[in-house]
C-alpha cells in the first residue's frame, strides 16, 4: 500500500514539473534564452525589443502627449494627426500627459500586441 503512495506521488511531482514556467533553467543549471531576454525589461511588454528594419525607413522627429495605452505597459504618442506606440527610449520620460518632443523610426510592419498607434523605435526623447 506505501509503495503505491510513493509511486502515485513521484508521477505527480513529474507531472508538475512538466508544467514549469518556460523561465525555468535547464538540466545544466544555465537560464533558458528566453529567460536571458526577458530578464533585461520584466515590466516591459514583448513588443519593446529594439527592431530597426533596414530600408527606406528613416529617423524623424514629432511632438505630442504621451498617453497610456489600454493594455499595459503600452505608452503612446498622440500628435495632431497620428497615434505612435512608443518603442525603446528613456521610459523614466514617459508620463502621461506630458509634452514631449521624439526622435525615432516609425516601424508601420511590425506587429504589436498593444494593437494601438503606428510602433515607433525611440532614439530620443525631451520633454518640452
Known amino acids: 500500500m506505501k509503495l503505491r503512495y510513493v509511486v502515485l506521488s513521484a508521477l505527480a511531482v513529474l507531472a508538475l514539473a512538466g508544467c514549469a514556467s518556460p523561465d525555468a533553467t535547464d538540466s545544466a543549471g544555465a537560464p533558458s534564452s ?18 530597426v528594419a533596414s530600408g527606406s525607413l528613416s529617423a524623424v522627429t514629432v511632438t505630442g502627449e504621451i498617453k497610456d495605452g489600454v493594455e499595459a ?41 498593444c494593437q494601438q498607434g503606428t510602433p515607433f523605435q525611440v532614439v530620443s526623447i525631451k520633454e518640452g
Open 73 to 113: 505597459g503600452c505608452v503612446l504618442l498622440s500628435t495632431a494627426d497620428k497615434t505612435y506606440l512608443l518603442l525603446g527610449g528613456d521610459r523614466t520620460k514617459y508620463r502621461s500627459g506630458t509634452t514631449v518632443t521624439v526622435t525615432g523610426v516609425p516601424q508601420p510592419d511590425m506587429a504589436s500586441t
Open 34 to 51: 528566453s529567460a536571458a531576454s526577458d530578464a533585461a525589461s520584466p515590466s516591459a511588454p514583448v513588443n519593446s525589443r529594439t527592431v
